[in-house]
């Protein structure tokens, strides 16, 4: 079982939908990463969280350190937003290195 | 945000022969830079992280003599694939850590896409 979970691993949806990720995990970290990698491979960062919810534009990330579990959301998806999304655990006193989700293929139609 | 470069964003060379791909940080002095590895489909796998000034340190099963790393500056760090082989064909990420504002961020570059026939 990897220490990052993430669902679904495959997502197709039609443009217009509201798209939700989900992100488990179960190493102590006090923050996590979401990541978007395009097809052409290049990875950009979306958000750092470690509380509550942040927005940027039509996406939202929230995380409950509690229930060690996140989720990123894409309001009115748009082909564009077709890519791979990835959420990895910063590294830690304990832990070096990201530890990365096993990412979200998502299609969106048009 | 802080910007991480890399540089070719793709090779194709003959087996044999040497590449050396680097990462910099644009706007930002990075004591720590990391490698990563990914084939199709699969996710990011860490090869080594690179320290300014100090030798790189490897993960295991990633031999340090096939991939020579060179964090020469802050702003640095190369990576050079010795004698290229068709296995090594893969995509190479480099990321950086940015520790301002006290908050450390990891940055990634856009990746180097190596062929070797």
């Known amino acids: 079982k990897n220490e990052v979970e993430q669902s679904p691993q495959n997502l197709t949806a039609q443009e217009g939908e509201f798209i939700t990720i989900n992100c488990s995990y179960s190493?102590?970290?006090?923050?996590l990463h979401w990541l978007q990698q395009h097809p052409g491979g290049g990875i950009v960062s979306l958000f750092m969280?470690?509380?509550g919810k942040k927005k940027h534009g039509r996406l939202i990330a929230t995380i409950n350190i509690q229930e060690k579990h996140s989720s990123l959301h894409i309001t009115a998806s748009h082909p564009r937003d077709s890519a791979v999304y990835i959420c990895a655990a910063p590294p830690t006193s304990g832990t070096y290195k990201y530890i990365f989700g096993t990412g979200t293929r998502l299609k969106v139609l048009a | 945000g802080a910007v991480v470069s890399q540089h070719p964003s793709r090779v194709i060379c003959k087996s044999g022969t040497s590449v050396k791909i680097e990462c910099r940080s644009l706007?930002?002095?990075?004591?720590?830079m990391f490698w990563y590895r990914q084939f199709p489909k699969q996710s990011l796998m860490l090869m080594a992280t690179s320290n300014e000034g100090s030798k790189a340190t490897y993960e295991q099963g990633v031999e340090k003599d096939k991939f020579l790393i060179n964090h020469a500056s802050l702003t640095l760090s190369t990576l050079t694939v010795t004698s290229a082989h068709p296995e090594d064909s893969s995509f190479y990420i480099c990321?950086?850590?940015?520790?301002?504002?006290?908050?450390?961020?990891?940055?990634f570059g856009p990746g180097t896409r190596l062929l070797v026939l």
């Open positions: 969280l470690s509380s």
């Open positions: 706007d930002f002095q990075a004591t720590t």
């Open positions: 990321s950086a850590n940015d520790l301002a504002g006290g908050q450390e961020t990891q940055y």
């Open positions: 190493v102590g970290i006090s923050a």
